[in-house]
């Protein structure tokens, strides 16, 4: 890899506050952005043709289980209480360590190859401490940025000696001290803590107060399901004095107003998934209410065992859901809204700045800025869905996908370019056949992925 690469002639949105998008080159060395102005020399630059295209940060995914790679698909048309039961209580029992290695390698490639440079990486089927050291592995290998948030919570099936909340401690214990002590690597430690509602709020006390003794970054879902009547994590976190700056919330849909204004006003961040959200029953995305008490916006595609790992269009769901949710009140007075927000711009802060800031990255990525690490993308403005480009926060938010990603580039390494992931494709197809075969094969065996519970849950 070149140690001089110049990005240049682009249409450039650093996104810096109250910066214009201008036409301007971006000069990276080593793994820094150092210059974002016109016409910069490009000696002994590896030169990186912007023309007709837009330059940006990579976007910042604050929600995503990457291990669930190889079930892609399968829960298209399941509740929330199907994926339980299948997934998590089923499916996971079968992974090996070897298939948390080919579900991060590739779940991080499907990232990259769509403009995700950085993923918090909720971890939740480590079923051995072998299975995070493949899943680490495997995110190693792909070139991501990534957020590790290894999983505190019990799984179905775990080894009889690694199933207590001691042992997982211990586990995060030694992760922490030896191969992911550093905070400036590619590669960082979080925890993700077991759900509130299953584990009861002592465990989870005690999961928050590891985490901060070992000063990492805390997510958990949360309220994202009614019982007989609703149940608030934010009021026990609160009521155990647990609330702060360090935790990243996900989903929140059945949060009052008043919680998220607890959770805003205590530096806390929310992470919304709006495709999986409004399909399995989890209510409306409770972005636009955590705006409107002070928060920000940030997005994740959550689960690929039911849709794709393209960010771009969870951010333009979220957007269009939450517009509508505002027209609603004028549209029952038979009033045409005058103003539609929020707007375009919001969202996109959402999915590369209000991210890094989320996961404490924001000195380091999130806007193109001279002496930030070079997290980098290019998207072609000259694909029949982006030309001509009118605007180009439009053009991101309204019409790009996939496969208008040119170039990627993660810590000024290149990882895609003219529109290919430089991972060796003939190896991506042969990790996904042997895992997968072997994932199916042992469903099947235990009765397959069908959303019928041996045993009701209580919900």
């Given at each position: 890899?070149?140690?001089?690469?110049?990005?240049?002639?682009?249409?450039?949105?650093?996104?810096?506050?109250?910066?214009?998008?201008?036409?301007?080159?971006?000069?990276?060395?080593?793994?820094?952005?150092?210059?974002?102005?016109?016409?910069?020399?490009?000696?002994?630059?590896?030169?990186?043709?912007?023309?007709?295209?837009?330059?940006?940060?990579?976007?910042?995914?604050?929600?995503?289980?990457?291990?669930?790679t190889q079930l892609r698909g399968v829960t298209y048309d399941w509740s929330l209480k199907d994926y339980i039961r299948s997934i998590r209580f089923q499916a996971a029992v079968h992974y090996r360590p070897y298939d948390m290695y080919v579900g991060n390698y590739l779940g991080m490639l499907e990232a990259i190859d769509a403009g995700v440079t950085t993923v918090l990486d909720f971890s939740h089927c480590i079923n051995t401490p072998e299975h995070a050291d493949a899943a680490l592995q495997g995110t190693r290998e792909s070139g991501i940025r990534s957020m590790f948030a290894l999983g505190l919570n019990d799984v179905p099936v775990a080894d009889v000696y690694f199933n207590t909340l001691a042992q997982r401690v211990e586990h995060a214990r030694k992760l922490r001290t030896n191969e992911l002590s550093s905070d400036a690597g590619l590669v960082t430690m979080g925890i993700?803590?077991?759900?509130?509602?299953?584990?009861?709020?002592?465990?989870?006390?005690?999961?928050?107060?590891?985490?901060?003794?070992?000063?990492?970054?805390?997510?958990?879902?949360?309220?994202?399901?009614?019982?007989?009547?609703?149940?608030?994590?934010?009021?026990?976190?609160?009521?155990?004095?647990?609330?702060?700056?360090?935790?990243?919330?996900?989903?929140?849909?059945?949060?009052?107003?008043?919680?998220?204004?607890?959770?805003?006003?205590?530096?806390?961040?929310?992470?919304?998934?709006?495709?999986?959200?409004?399909?399995?029953?989890?209510?409306?995305?409770?972005?636009?209410?955590?705006?409107?008490?002070?928060?920000?916006?940030?997005?994740?595609?959550?689960?690929?065992?039911?849709?794709?790992?393209?960010?771009?269009?969870?951010?333009?769901?979220?957007?269009?859901?939450?517009?509508?949710?505002?027209?609603?009140?004028?549209?029952?007075?038979?009033?045409?809204?005058?103003?539609?927000?929020?707007?375009?711009?919001?969202?996109?802060?959402?999915?590369?700045?209000?991210?890094?800031?989320?996961?404490?990255?924001?000195?380091?990525?999130?806007?193109?800025?001279?002496?930030?690490?070079?997290?980098?993308?290019?998207?072609?403005?000259?694909?029949?869905?982006?030309?001509?480009?009118?605007?180009?926060?439009?053009?991101?938010?309204?019409?790009?996908?996939?496969?208008?990603?040119?170039?990627?580039?993660?810590?000024?390494?290149?990882?895609?370019?003219?529109?290919?992931?430089?991972?060796?494709?003939?190896?991506?197809?042969?990790?996904?056949?042997?895992?997968?075969?072997?994932?199916?094969?042992?469903?099947?065996?235990?009765?397959?992925?069908?959303?019928?519970?041996?045993?009701?849950?209580?919900?």
């Amino acid at each position: 890899m070149p140690d001089r690469i110049l990005i240049r002639n682009g249409l450039v949105l650093t996104m810096e506050p109250g910066d214009r998008p201008r036409r301007a080159d971006v000069l990276v060395e080593g793994t820094r952005i150092v210059e974002v102005s016109d016409h910069i020399p490009s000696a002994d630059a590896d030169i990186v043709d912007a023309t007709r295209c837009i330059v940006m940060p990579g976007m910042v995914d604050t929600h995503r289980h990457v291990w669930q790679t190889q079930l892609r698909g399968v829960t298209y048309d399941w509740s929330l209480k199907d994926y339980i039961r299948s997934i998590r209580f089923q499916a996971a029992v079968h992974y090996r360590p070897y298939d948390m290695y080919v579900g991060n390698y590739l779940g991080m490639l499907e990232a990259i190859d769509a403009g995700v440079t950085t993923v918090l990486d909720f971890s939740h089927c480590i079923n051995t401490p072998e299975h995070a050291d493949a899943a680490l592995q495997g995110t190693r290998e792909s070139g991501i940025r990534s957020m590790f948030a290894l999983g505190l919570n019990d799984v179905p099936v775990a080894d009889v000696y690694f199933n207590t909340l001691a042992q997982r401690v211990e586990h995060a214990r030694k992760l922490r001290t030896n191969e992911l002590s550093s905070d400036a690597g590619l590669v960082t430690m979080g925890i993700s803590l077991s759900d509130v509602l299953v584990a009861g709020i002592e465990r989870v006390t005690h999961e928050v107060a590891t985490s901060r003794s070992l000063g990492l970054r805390i997510t958990l879902h949360a309220n994202a399901v009614m019982f007989p009547q609703p149940v608030s994590e934010v009021a026990f976190l609160e009521q155990a004095g647990l609330l702060g700056p360090d935790l990243v919330w996900v989903h929140m849909n059945q949060t009052t107003d008043d919680e998220l204004r607890r959770v805003a006003d205590t530096g806390g961040s929310v992470s919304t998934t709006p495709e999986t959200e409004m399909q399995m029953g989890m209510g409306h995305p409770a972005h636009g209410r955590f705006m409107a008490v002070g928060g920000e916006c940030t997005f994740g595609c959550d689960v690929i065992s039911n849709n794709s790992g393209d960010l771009f269009p969870q951010v333009r769901l979220a957007l269009q859901t939450e517009r509508m949710l505002r027209n609603d009140p004028e549209l029952a007075r038979y009033h045409g809204p005058d103003l539609i927000n929020p707007s375009a711009l919001s969202h996109l802060e959402g999915a590369t700045i209000n991210g890094a800031r989320a996961l404490g990255l924001d000195s380091r990525v999130g806007t193109l800025t001279a002496g930030k690490e070079a997290d980098i993308i290019v998207i072609r403005g000259d694909a029949p869905n982006m030309l001509p480009v009118n605007d180009p926060v439009a053009a991101v938010v309204m019409h790009a996908h996939a496969g208008n990603v040119d170039t990627v580039m993660v810590a000024g390494r290149v990882l895609k370019r003219a529109g290919r992931l430089l991972a060796d494709p003939a190896a991506r197809l042969r990790l996904m056949d042997e895992s997968h075969a072997h994932l199916f094969e042992a469903i099947e065996r235990t009765g397959g992925l069908i959303p019928q519970p041996p045993t009701p849950l209580p919900w």
